[in-house]
Each structure stands twice: as structure tokens, then as C-alpha cells.
């Protein structure tokens, strides 16, 4: 049953290509506006790189997440899900699931090229692939939390923004951190394990709590 | 056997009803009437859980619905009267992604002929949004003939159904009466059943 979830939702996503391709280019774009705007200071971009890339990610994460409950909500669809016989909490787990696959993996396959225009080395790469990889689902787990907060409610998304900012900060600052730390030349390990720990926080709780908040929203 | 005590709703600050009383055994048919806005749709969520009463009690199998969970589900099907259909996907995907849900799989084949049964054939690869209302109730209500739970809620499924899908319908009401299911449905158009126990609701009085 957990697939049928997943199954659906990348399915309602091809057909809405063009949406999830919107928060794509929204990332390629800010990140590669930095280069050209800033000119051909090597030094300053690789400083910046990391911040860049990350608030962009951080940005595009949060575009995407209207669409999570939104569309199943104004349908109807979104009853019938709460009505499926299995736990709230997997049918969340596996909306988040599907829109991590297609928002989430694409912007971090595209992160090492867009790394390049910044002069990043091969090793900053691959961090900056691997934070992005345990930051991303991150992102999207606390952001169903705001998701399901504020369905229905006019203005969501500014207020999305606003609840679930606090947030992401953490996610940002270690993320960042960790991509900084490879282009200094020290350690990383503690800012990966440090999103390591969160990812494996929000996926215990933050299904949880946006499934509680979907009970409610739906009353 | 689904029982009702006491059950009373409030919306914002307006009371709905209170006290509605009733308990259907199995065969059992209930037809909730009532005036726009009196609290047709709200009974119906509440017998789903959707919605938590205000006071009083839902009790499926002789267990309070709540604590029941999930388990509760594996008995229930809800049609509301927005159709729960996605827009994008065509009747044969939409029914397939609910029976999944459902716990039911249905091959492409199989969703084929349930569509056909229910007078769909030759629109099961059109997108849902390009179906007229009453094709996608069509598609809606399909999901009721794969299904094997015992008890239906149904909310205004009649609304735009030509007379021959009402009386299909009928007929699909009937048999799962016969099966010893249990029928809740909300409407103004009196069914045409012959069940032992017809029961009505009226929630004005």
C-alpha cells in the first residue's frame, strides 16, 4: 500500500512535469546568476559557493512544498487517503518520499555541475553532493509539517515560509558548513554526521507531527 | 454492526444536531435526509472519523471508533460528495491508485472490465478532467465494486447520475444489503430498495 502512495505521486508528477521542472530551474538559475554576476574572482566564488548553492537548494525545497498536500486536499483526494487502512504516518512518509525523488535527487545530481562555475574542487564536490543528499529529505520532512499546518488556509504559502524557516536553519548552517569545511581543508565528518542525526530525527517525528496536523486541518 | 449514541455536532460556533440516536445491523440501510447545510455531510464525517463529536459516541463492532484506528478502514468506504478523483490520471489509473490504497490490487485488465460494468468503456484512457460530472461520479462510485468492506457511507453519490446509473446504483446498494453490508447515504432521492430494514434520518427534527 505504501508504494500505491509513492506510485501515485510520481505518476501525478510527470503529468505535472512542468511544475516540478519550474523549482529545478528556479535553483539552476539563482545558482549560476551568482558567477556571472559577481565576475571572475575565483577566490571570492569559492568562498560564497557553499552559501550559494545551499540557500538556493533551501529556497527551491521550500517552492515545492504547496504542491504536497494542496492539490489532494481541494480534490477530495486527501480524505480518502486519511481513510486507507494503514497508519497516517506512512501515508505522509510516502507523499514526502515521492516529492524528495522528484525535487530533492534532481537538484543534488545537478549540484556538482552548477559547483563547477564556482571552481570547487573534485573533493568540495562530492561533499557538496553528500550534504545536499541528507539535506534535501531533511528539508522536505520538516516542510510537511508547515504543509499540513497550513492547508486551506489563504496566504499558506507565506505562511509555510515563515513556520518552518526556524527550521531549516539548522539544516542550512550544517549543510553549508560541511562544504565550507572541504574547501578550508578541515574535517567534515562532524557536519555530515550532525545531518546525518537530523535526517534520522525528522523521519521519526516530522511524519508524525504533519500527520496529526493533517487530522486537524481536515476537520 | 454500527451503533450511534447521543452524537451531537458543532461547526464553529453553530450546533448542527445533538442527540441523534440510531444502530444498523448488518442488511441494514440508513437514508440521511435533511435541508442544505443541516449537518448531512458533518454526520457522514463523523461516522468516518473524519471529524471528532462534540459529545456522544460512534461504536463499530461494539469498540468506540477512535480507538479502533486504522483497523476500522478495513471496514469502510467513503465516497464524499467531491468525487476524490485526481484531475490528471484517466479512470483506469484513478481506480487502480484507490483499490491499491485500499489494500486491493487490480490489474489493468481487471480495472478495465469493473469500468465497463459501470457503463465507462471506451473513456477509461481520457484523463479525469475531461470527463463530464456524472462519468466521473461513474468513476468515483466504481471503487465500490471492488471493494469488500461492509460498511458504505456515500454522500449525495445520486447527484447528476442519469436514471440509468441510479438505478445501477440501487441495484450495487442492494446486493452489498444482501451480503450483509451496511449502507449509510445521504440524500434527497428515495431509493428504490427493497431491504428489510430501510431506515430514515432526518435531521431537521
Given amino acids: 500500500m505504501f508504494r500505491w502512495i509513492v506510485v501515485r505521486d510520481l505518476t501525478l508528477a510527470w503529468k505535472g512535469r512542468v511544475d516540478v521542472l519550474s523549482t529545478l530551474f528556479f535553483f539552476l538559475i539563482v545558482v549560476s546568476l551568482f558567477p556571472l554576476g559577481i565576475g571572475p574572482e575565483t577566490h571570492l566564488l569559492r568562498l560564497i559557493a557553499p552559501g550559494v548553492v545551499w540557500v538556493a537548494a533551501l529556497l527551491a525545497s521550500m517552492l515545492s512544498l504547496g504542491r504536497l498536500f494542496a492539490n489532494d486536499y481541494q480534490d477530495g483526494t486527501l480524505e480518502q487517503l486519511l481513510l486507507t487502512p ?11 518520499l515521492a516529492l524528495w525523488l522528484v525535487s530533492g535527487v534532481p537538484l543534488t545530481l545537478l549540484s556538482p555541475v552548477l559547483g563547477i562555475q564556482f571552481g570547487l574542487s573534485r573533493n568540495t564536490l562530492f561533499v557538496l553532493v553528500v550534504s545536499l543528499l541528507l539535506g534535501t529529505p531533511v528539508l522536505a520532512l520538516i516542510g510537511s509539517i508547515g504543509a499540513a499546518l497550513t492547508l486551506g488556509l489563504r496566504g499558506g504559502g507565506l505562511l509555510i515560509s515563515i513556520l518552518v524557516l526556524p527550521l531549516y536553519i539548522p539544516v542550512l548552517i550544517f549543510g553549508a558548513g560541511a ?7 578541515s574535517g567534515v565528518q562532524g557536519s555530515l554526521s550532525f545531518l546525518g542525526t537530523l535526517v534520522v530525527l525528522s523521519l521519526v517525528f516530522a511524519p ?4 496529526a496536523a493533517l487530522r486537524i486541518s481536515l476537520e | 454492526m454500527l451503533e450511534v449514541r447521543n452524537l451531537g455536532c458543532v461547526r464553529g460556533d453553530r450546533r448542527l ?4 440516536n440510531f444502530g444498523l445491523s448488518p442488511g441494514s ?3 440521511v435526509q435533511g435541508p442544505n447545510g443541516s449537518g448531512k455531510t458533518s454526520l457522514l464525517r463523523l461516522i468516518c472519523g473524519l471529524l471528532a463529536p462534540a459529545e456522544g459516541e460512534i461504536r463499530w463492532q461494539g469498540a468506540n471508533i477512535h480507538s ?11 465516497i464524499g460528495h467531491r468525487s476524490g478523483l485526481k484531475e490528471e490520471l484517466t479512470p483506469i489509473e484513478n481506480l487502480r491508485v484507490t483499490s491499491g490504497l485500499a489494500g486491493t490490487q487490480l490489474s ?4 478495465t472490465s469493473v469500468l465497463g460494468k459501470i457503463g465507462l468503456s471506451g ?7 475531461l470527463l463530464s460530472e456524472g462519468q466521473r461520479r461513474r468513476t468515483a462510485l466504481a471503487r465500490l465494486l471492488t471493494s469488500e468492506t461492509s460498511l458504505w457511507v456515500l454522500d449525495e453519490v445520486l447527484t447528476s447520475l442519469d436514471s440509468s446509473a441510479v438505478r445501477f446504483v440501487t441495484s450495487l446498494i442492494e446486493e452489498h444489503l444482501n451480503k450483509d453490508g451496511i449502507a449509510v447515504v445521504a440524500t434527497h432521492h428515495e431509493l428504490d430498495l427493497s431491504a428489510d430494514s430501510y431506515q430514515r434520518l432526518d435531521l431537521a427534527s
Fill in chain 1, 179 to 185: 562544504v565550507d569545511a572541504s574547501i578550508m581543508g
Fill in chain 2, 17 to 20: 444536531f445533538s442527540d441523534v
Fill in chain 1, 86 to 96: 494503514q497508519p497516517l504516518y506512512l501515508v505522509v512518509l510516502g507523499k514526502v
Fill in chain 1, 208 to 211: 508524525w507531527a504533519a500527520a
Fill in chain 2, 108 to 111: 489493468q485488465q481487471q480495472a
Fill in chain 2, 29 to 31: 440501510f440508513l437514508q
Fill in chain 2, 123 to 129: 473513456r477509461e484512457h481520457l484523463p479525469a478532467r
Fill in chain 2, 68 to 78: 479502533l484506528g486504522e483497523d476500522y478502514f478495513n471496514s469502510l468506504s467513503y
